[in-house]
């Protein structure tokens, strides 16, 4: 899909409305201005991809509000070369913002249609170096840990103990807890093996989280 100055415009724009809700943190704005957030949404909903709101992708699914994307990406205190594991790789887009914040992404999706189509998508937008995972993200990824930061975008009733485990010393996980259509923000901050400190920051509404992996049905 081309991006045109229109979008590019769009998107400055985007930028502003963000900068003017409090979000400051030029890497971030950055990231939200370079990437082409259209590309992640069906071609009939162009339109809205520069509209700070949530929006269905499909599969029950939907890609969280640019807000959310940048407060979540502020509260993970991405550094370069940081390694970071995202739960719900959803269109890629989070995953995109955290590669050009100059995060080593880790991203899981439990959906085999999503995981099939975002893997496509970031190929095509030159996004290869995003590692993607087809699986059931409550589990983590062992063979990686440990992470400087994990991202979760899908609302957790509680917080999966493997992702404590997988974190560094000094790392935090960014979760969003409770019930199914209503969660507070949480930041977890693992100051050593076994001791943790929670901050809370608000409360969202992400779609839920899942366990097991959802198999790609045949009309898909
Ligand atoms: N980060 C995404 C937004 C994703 S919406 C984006 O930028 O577009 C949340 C995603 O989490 C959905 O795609 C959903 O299928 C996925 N999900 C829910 N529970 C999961 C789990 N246990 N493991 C992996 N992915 C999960």
Redesign the pocket.
Known sequence: MEDTYRHKGLRKQLVDGLRQKGIRDEAILGAIGKIPRHC?LDRAFEEWAYQDVPFP?G??????QPYT?AFQTWLLEVKKGDKVM????????????LAEMGAKVY?????ES?FQK?NKLLEQLGYQRIRTFL????LGLPRFAPYDGI?V??G?PEI?KPLLNQLKVGGRLVIPVGRADFQEMLVVHKRSAHKFETERFGHFR???????V?KKRKKD
């Open positions: 992640f992708i599969a029950e699914q939907t890609i969280s994307v995202e739960i719900g790789t959803g269109s890629g887009y989070q995953a995109c913002v991203t899981i999706e439990r959906q999503l975002t699986g059931d993200g409550s991202l975008t899908a957790a999966p992400f779609v839920p989280f899942l366990g097991g959802e």
